[in-house]
């Protein structure tokens, strides 16, 4: 049984930073790919980020590109999210989402093409 849990979401004033954990657990760490994703009320779940783990090659959404950093812990099975210089327009739950493939190359900025999800964490930044 695959489980994420997020952790490290909070209140932060604007042009502050917040650093997202994801600890990931119940199968093996090779071909995988795993997200970042935000949902903020009355919007689409948004792609945030994406780290494929074997190579730890790293992908961004326009909105957070030069601001939101993701990186990995192989040791740990843990995928980070660090956000400097936030918005406000950042609010949002921000969810953790991971998906095998037969391939080291996959990664999706689509929510629908990941299975496993995490229950989110709050991040609120204020002005």
Known sequence: QVQLVESGGGLVQAGG?????CAASGRTFSNVALAW???????DREFV?????????????????????????NAKNTV?????????????????????????????RQAYAYNHWGQGTQVTVSS
């Open 17 to 21: 930073s917040l650093r997202l954990s």
């Open 37 to 43: 994703f935000r949902q903020a009320p009355g919007k």
């Open 49 to 73: 980020a994406a780290i494929r783990w074997s190579g730890g090659y790293t992908y961004y959404g326009d909105s957070v590109k030069g601001r939101f950093t993701i990186s990995r812990d």
């Open 80 to 108: 980070y999210l660090q956000m400097n210089s936030l918005k406000p327009e950042d609010t949002a739950v921000y969810y953790c989402a991971a998906e095998w493939t037969y391939g080291s190359s996959w990664y999706s």
